[in-house]
């Protein structure tokens, strides 16, 4: 199994900045991509943003589009987010998902999946 570990979150004024960070350990892929998706208490799982780490081909949802940033070391098989200009409606539990492909990732079907980190933003 590969294992995937978040952390970074926490609490923070509307306004500002944290960054997220997830892990990857156990297998190894020739390629993938990871990505993350957060949720909200009554809400459905959501794409956040993924980078595909063989090209750093990036997407976002366009909720956070200009405001949060994924990227990727490779050495280190680790992605960040990095969350900018946070709102309210950015609270939620951040989840890191992998995948050797983009397109499981982004439609939520990664094989790969992290326990959570929570974000919160204050008002």
């Known amino acids: 199994q590969v294992q995937l570990v978040e952390s970074g979150g926490g609490l923070v004024q509307a306004g500002g900045s944290l960054r997220l960070s997830c892990a990857a350990s156990?297998?190894?892929?020739?390629?993938?991509?990871m990505g993350w998706f957060r949720q909200a208490p009554g809400k459905e799982r959501e794409f956040v943003a993924s980078i595909t780490f063989s090209d750093g081909s990036t997407r976002y949802a366009d909720s956070v589009k200009g405001r949060f940033t994924i990227s990727r070391d490779n050495a280190k098989i680790t992605v960040y987010l990095e969350m900018n200009s946070l709102k309210p409606e950015d609270t939620a539990v951040y989840y890191c998902?992998?995948?050797?492909?983009?397109?499981?990732?982004?439609?939520?079907?990664?094989?790969?999946w992290g326990q959570g980190t929570q974000v919160t933003v204050s008002s």
């Open positions: 156990g297998r190894t892929f020739s390629s993938y991509t």
């Open positions: 998902a992998a995948d050797r492909f983009w397109t499981t990732v982004v439609g939520g079907r990664g094989n790969y």
